[in-house]
């Protein structure tokens, strides 16, 4: 099990960057660039609305190109976007926000479950996991498991 510590950021900036969408389909919109941009090229999306412990939740599920722990590890950090144009098609993406600020104006909480080849890894965003914990910077868990033969092997 592994926690990352984004520095000095703290957990009240997760809401203030939310504000940036002034309504929630602008939100959504950044989950679905996500899936569609050039480094994930997912040719379905899926989304959907269920109920977890009582709570709404929305899920969005793509069949792109996934990630492993260092991907997982950009996608909840802020300012990692490397994306180019790949033959011709263009990103949305490129300031390394959109989806933290989209996932954090649609829901206190999130969780990402990715494969990628023999990894499967679940990464958590949580406000409310922040605030219970009185957090002062912004705590973010990921855990990896690598398959190995039939195993699945804890990775970090
Ligand atoms: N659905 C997804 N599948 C695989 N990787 C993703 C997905 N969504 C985001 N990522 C990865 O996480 C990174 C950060 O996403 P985001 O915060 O939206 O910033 P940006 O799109 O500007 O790069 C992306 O560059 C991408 O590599
Ligand atoms: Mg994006």
Request: aromatic share 12%; charged share 20%; with cysteine.
């Amino acid at each position: 099990q592994f926690f990352f510590v984004n520095k000095s950021l703290n957990p009240n900036y997760l809401h203030s960057n939310s504000t940036s969408h002034t309504w929630p389909f602008s939100a959504i919109a950044e989950l679905i660039d996500n899936a569609y941009d050039p480094d994930v090229c997912a040719k379905q999306l899926w989304i959907d609305k269920t109920q977890i412990k009582g709570v709404d939740c929305l899920t969005f599920m793509d069949n792109g190109a996934g990630m492993d722990y260092d991907a997982m590890y950009k996608l909840l950090s802020f300012g990692f976007s490397d994306k180019r144009s790949l033959r011709g098609h263009a990103a949305v993406g490129m300031y390394g926000n959109g989806f933290k600020s989209g996932s954090m104006r649609l829901g206190k909480d999130v969780i990402v479950f990715s494969k990628r080849r023999n990894s499967m890894s679940v990464g958590m965003l949580s406000q409310t996991y922040l605030k219970e914990t009185k957090a002062s910077n912004i705590i973010v868990p990921i855990v990896t498991y690598n398959r190995v033969g039939s195993q699945n092997i804890l990775f970090q």
